[in-house]
């Protein structure tokens, strides 16, 4: 059902740029060509009654509840799907056609049960609204005809029931599945009477492809596809807009309530990166921001084996500063640090490096997307002069050829994968680089890549780099935008080298696994198909050169000049809410605000006089050098907010040792995570509905958050930090979140124009925002480079050290799916578990013949750092001597596994290729058994925590 | 029901023949139908695939033609004509008849695998309606007694 009070136009917007009067029923009424009689008369604030249109969708006309008379014309069109016409005269009601509606609404109304008021649509019911409006009073037929008022209710969905009883078969379900998921997982099932809304092949939901996007339950005008949250505690009364705290889509959502209290989550159609679509995530999976394993009272405890001691705020505060202060005294001012999250605010996340630069007084600051992008912000930075995408995720809409490197969209950005597979169906060319067959491959219905280069994990730069020499050899490059927009000497330079023999794909072919005819096939759809775009992710940064590959990516797109424009573009698909945020925010230890190093004395002598104190010039300590320094005993105190890196960085041991070596750990979350299981001060966390603040998606885009209940823990996450700064004896002095971002506007050129009121009044603003782009920027680089002229860089492929051999001969690679997050922190205390319970080693059906493994075994998974046990899952998306596993529970341990290797720019760790024996096992790893113990131990301290007053 | 595993390779044959388009989805399922009497409903997850459908399309096809059927045919398929000359003549009584002999609905089957039910629209035979067909053989004046006399020599042959 759509959200509350929101006006439905009928009929999608026309974006024709021609504009047609017409008059309906008297009034003059201007809207663009193209538009239906319906939009036309609901823009001019006439509401014609309606069933089977709704504005998200193509018009069906199929209930006729909508006719209209017009001038000249004869009978009763549909006006949702008549278009206007200059001139036309509509008029919509009269005697005659209130009276065929009133059959109309009859008709349905004689096959749909009389339980309106105690229905749960009750006052959010389409079409108890229609039947209203057309004034129907009685209904003629009896109820004791051939009817289906006895069909059962499918509750098989944990989030939404399906009660065929009430449904008037408008196909708008079955429509919203199509056109706005993609997933076609509805159909009308027979014909006639006996037609009816089947999921998959007439199976209960949760057993057909339905992939519970709630599209559908977005569409349903009546109460047959419903909320169950709805069904459970009424309609709600008041919403509120914000954005959804899960993957870097950055979805706006309408978060619905009764009081205190989250009904549902509805996608707001003004959403401008989501235009009213959601996946399972954002739209159902909120249930874990008011669970039961919420710590809502700061705790401390001195050894990490003691049990927590629950106290005040203030006494943990205090507590936390005189460990840092002391830690300090006694080691150093370098000693401590602290760690922002992707998955907090803007706000949160520049007010904990301040903290850590102003109050600590040195750089030891970095991020988690040191573990994901930042290669990102390396490669592009380098190469274009800024570290971010440079489209809309609107511009797909406008591409010819897409190609998807390392990433997974249906899955890991589900709201932008179906935007994009709408672009394929509408006959976009599609290329896939990666070593599984993802669902975009073959798998998505009516789309299809016309070349998958399934390339053995590690390959990217030779397989990135022979696609440039069949570009540069072939004549295929933009040479007139590359000798225009790039530095000339760095493309004759660039040119001389792809072209070289040993790049050509003839010569990569047997390291890449990728046949040489499907790579040139490949780079010459690229270059020459129209407007390419390229999409990637993590499978391209999560490498030893992971930089190296997102610059051989830049260097195609401005060899070809897909670059500037609508359509085209290098785009990294952000994991985390706000991985863009952070890394803007200046999380990385050499950089402010905006990318500018510590190093430059202008930068750094502005942020001194705006934050009253001399700051370091030495870059601090990256994540992976902040637990070597542990474990050598000259780093021993260490503030993390909102990020779990004892599950989430690689060769887990070795960070688990590191932490254990620390005296102060301090774990601001809204879970006991794994980290704090080796903590001593608890800050609770508030949730993203108990916060105001922005996040920023992966094409820039700062998008508010809204505090819609009080946080459980009584603070927002940017007043603890402040409160901690303020007891370390550095003042800071905010009231709201806005002056936090009033500083950094006042900080940072490219948000320079960015405040609260901006955000209000236009929904959410794409960076760079200042003098120059009033109103933001949707596409970078568009009349030149932002760092002048683009610059290509050459890109020597080397083998990753972590090599197969007899001992290790399989290459484990990971990644994850849709319906989990992350770590898992949040969404496996969701119902999200009904499609994903546990992690699962995945592999090809040969490899498990010859390793003797059937589907479900358990596998103990062995590399050089270690050893864990998952369950087998054979699956032909897999090449042989590929492995592939998630990582969203934390006692799979697949970060047991993954090495130590990382990318030579940034240290982003090599996630994507380990090599691996594996063998059919009957219990547990070792590291199981001993983290199972340890956690068990961690729990029933807590358990046991002595009460705040007691 | 036959276990889809020993139809397979006859359902991927059909599937192989025909041109993988979605446009090809009537010709394929006809195929099957012809070949194995009815289409398996898990031959629809390779159907879909191979197709590139969703099984939810493929599915939605099937059900709209009353023409395809979901369930292995009876030995025997009764039709009854349901056109208007043979609903004047007694029809309706002869339909209901054969429903509760036979204790199944139309596009059913009965438990011992016998006979199917389906209906028809006018066999051409009107001047003696009311007509049913059972397999290929067109049957004229068919009263209750008539009818229950042809199911025994049809379970009789057996
Ligand atoms: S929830 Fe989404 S995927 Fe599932 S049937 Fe509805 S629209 Fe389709
Ligand atoms: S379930 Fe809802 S949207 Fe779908 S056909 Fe029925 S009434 Fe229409
Ligand atoms: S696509 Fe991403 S941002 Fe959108 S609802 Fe899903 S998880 Fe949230
Ligand atoms: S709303 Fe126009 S035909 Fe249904
Ligand atoms: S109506 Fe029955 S045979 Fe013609």
Redesign the pocket.
């Given at each position: 059902m759509s959200a509350n009070n929101e006006i439905d136009y009928g009929t999608p917007a026309s974006s024709s740029a021609n504009q047609v009067t017409l008059e309906i029923d008297g009034h003059k009424v201007t809207v663009n060509a193209g538009s239906s009689v319906m939009r036309a008369a609901a823009e001019a604030g006439i509401s014609i009654p309606k069933?089977?249109a709704t504005d998200s969708l193509d018009p069906f006309g199929s209930c006729r509840m909508c006719l209209v008379q017009i001038e000249g014309a004869r009978g009763y069109p549909a006006s949702c799907t008549t278009p206007v016409a200059e001139g036309m005269k509509v008029c919509t009601q009269n005697d005659k056609l209130a009276s065929i509606r009133r059959g109309i609404a009859e008709l349905y109304i004689s096959d749909h049960p009389l339980d309106c008021l105690t229905c749960a649509a009750n006052g959010d019911c389409e079409?108890q609204d229609t039947v209203g409006q057309v004034g129907l009073r009685e209904v003629r037929y009896g109820f004791e005809g051939e009817n289906h008022l006895d069909s059962e209710k499918d509750t098989s969905n944990p989030y939404f029931s399906?009660d065929?009883a009430?449904?008037?078969?408008?196909?708008?379900?079955?429509r919203?599945c199509e056109e706005v998921q993609g997933t076609f997982a509805?159909t009308?099932d027979g014909r006639g009477f006996d037609s009816k809304?089947s999921p998959g092949q007439n199976q209960p939901f949760m057993e057909s492809e339905c992939v519970s996007c709630g599209a559908?339950v977005q569409?349903?005008?009546?109460a047959?596809?419903m909320e169950k949250a709805v069904i459970d505690n009424g309609v709600p009364e008041h919403s509120t807009i914000t954005t959804c705290a899960y993957c870097g889509v950055g979805c706006s959502f309408k978060a619905e309530m009764k009081g205190e209290q989250l009904v549902r989550m509805v996608p707001d159609k003004n959403g401008q990166a989501n235009h009213g679509h959601s996946c399972v995530k954002g739209r159902f999976a909120f249930g874990y921001a008011t669970h039961k394993d919420r710590i809502t009272t700061p705790m401390v405890r001195e050894k990490i084996s003691d049990p927590w001691r629950e106290v005040s705020w203030e006494e943990a505060i205090g507590f936390a500063a005189n460990k840092l202060k002391g830690i300090q005294a006694k080691y150093g001012k370098d000693s401590i640090g602290g760690i922002t999250s992707s998955r907090c605010t803007n706000e949160e996340t520049y007010l904990v490096q301040k903290l850590i630069r102003a109050g600590f007084g040195n750089n030891n600051v970095d991020t988690c997307a040191r573990v994901c992008h930042s290669p990102t912000g390396y490669g592009l930075k380098s190469t274009f002069g800024e570290s971010s995408g440079t489209q809309t995720f609107d511009s797909v809409m406008q591409s010819d050829v897409i190609m998807v490197i390392g990433a997974n969209p249906t899955d890991g950005h589900p709201v932008f994968g179906s935007m994009m597979k709408r672009r394929l169906r509408q006959g976009a060319k599609l290329i896939v680089v990666d070593p599984r067959s993802i669902d975009l491959v073959s798998n998505s219905p009516h789309v299809k890549a016309d070349y998958h280069l399934k390339l053995r994990p590690g390959t990217n730069v030779a397989v990135v780099t022979a696609l440039a020499h069949v570009i540069v050899t072939e004549g295929l490059a933009d040479e007139k935008f590359a000798l225009e927009r790039c530095d000339v000497e760095s493309f004759g330079k660039w040119k001389t080298f792809v072209a070289l023999p040993e790049h050509s794909p003839e010569a990569v072919a047997e390291l890449t696994g990728v046949p040489a005819e499907t790579m040139r096939a490949a780079a010459r759809l690229y270059a020459t198909g129209g407007n390419g775009a390229i999409y990637y992710g993590l499978g391209v940064t999560e490498h030893s050169q992971g930089s190296t590959t997102v610059i051989g990516i830049a260097n195609l797109a401005m060899a070809t000049g897909n670059i500037g424009r609508d359509g085209v573009g290098v785009n990294p698909l952000r994991g985390q809410n706000n991985v863009q945020g952070s890394c803007d925010m200046g999380s990385f230890p050499h950089e402010f605000v905006g990318y500018r190093h510590v190093s430059d004395s202008q930068t750094r002598m502005q942020f001194e006089s705006a934050w009253g104190v001399t700051l370091s010039s030495e870059p601090g300590l990256r994540i992976p050098n902040m637990f070597g320094a542990a474990i050598d005993g000259s780093f021993k105190g260490l503030y993390v907010q909102g990020e779990d890196i004892a599950q989430s960085d690689p060769d887990i041991t070795h960070v688990h040792h590191a932490l254990r070596e620390l005296e102060c750990l301090v774990v601001q979350d809204i879970f006991l995570n794994e980290t704090a299981k080796f903590a001593h001060v608890f800050l609770p966390g508030s949730s993203f509905l108990e916060k105001n603040g922005t996040f920023t998606n992966a094409e820039r885009r700062i998008s508010p958050v809204r505090k819609v209940m009080t946080p459980l823990g009584g603070k927002e996450d940017w007043e603890v930090t402040q409160d901690l700064s303020n007891a370390l004896g550095y003042p800071m002095n905010y009231s709201h979140p806005s002056e936090i971002m009033d500083e950094i506007a006042a900080l940072t050129p490219q948000f320079a124009g960015v405040s609260y009121e901006k955000i209000d009044e236009m929904g959410s603003i794409q960076w760079p925002c200042n003098d120059e782009t009033p109103d933001g920027t949707p596409i970078m680089h568009a009349d030149h480079f932002v760092r002048g002229k683009g610059r290509f860089m050459l890109t020597e492929y080397v083998a990753t050290e972590e090599r197969t051999s007899s001992k290790y001969p399989l290459i484990l690679t990971t990644g994850r799916i849709l319906s989990q997050y992350n770590v898992g922190a949040q969404t496996r205390r969701t119902e999200n578990v009904a499609w994903h319970e546990e992690d699962r080693l995945e592999l090809h059906p040969h490899d498990a013949e010859v390793l003797g493994i059937s589907d479900g075994d358990w596998c103990g998974v062995k590399s050089r750092s270690g050893e864990t046990v998952l369950r087998a899952l054979i699956t032909d998306r897999m090449q042989p001597g590929v492995v592939y596993t998630t990582f969203h529970f934390p006692h799979s341990g697949a970060n047991v596994i993954t090495t130590d290797n990382s990318d030579w720019a940034t240290n982003c760790p090599e996630y994507k290729v380990t090599a691996v024996h594996v063998a059919k096992v009957a219990q547990p790893s070792a590291w199981q058994q001993e983290y199972q113990d340890f956690s068990d131990n961690q729990l029933s301290l807590l358990e046991n925590r002595i009460a705040v007053n007691e | 029901m036959q276990d889809y595993q020993t139809q397979k390779p006859t359902v991927l044959e059909i599937l192989n023949t025909h041109q993988a388009m979605p446009g090809n989805l009537l010709p394929i399922l006809h195929g099957i139908q012809d070949t194995l009497g009815y289409i398996p409903p898990a031959a629809v997850v390779d159907i879909a695939k191979a197709l590139n459908l969703s099984q939810a399309e493929v599915h939605g096809v099937i059900s709209f033609y009353h023409y395809f059927r979901e369930t292995p045919p009876g030995e025997h398929t009764i039709r009854i004509c349901r056109a208007e000359s043979c609903q004047a003549m007694n029809g309706k009584v002869l339909e209901t008849h054969a429903k509760q002999q036979l204790g199944i609905d139309f596009h059913e089957t009965t438990a011992d695998g016998i006979f199917s039910l389906e209906p028809v629209y006018c066999l051409g035979n009107c001047a003696c309606s009311p007509s049913i067909t059972i397999d290929d053989e067109v049957m004229g004046r068919v009263t209750t007694e008539k009818f229950d006399r042809l199911l025994a020599t049809y379970k009789g042959a057996k």
């Open positions: 069933l089977c079409l399906f065929p009430k449904c008037i078969v408008c196909s708008r379900c079955v919203a509805l009308i809304v559908c569409a349903c005008p009546t047959t596809l | -």
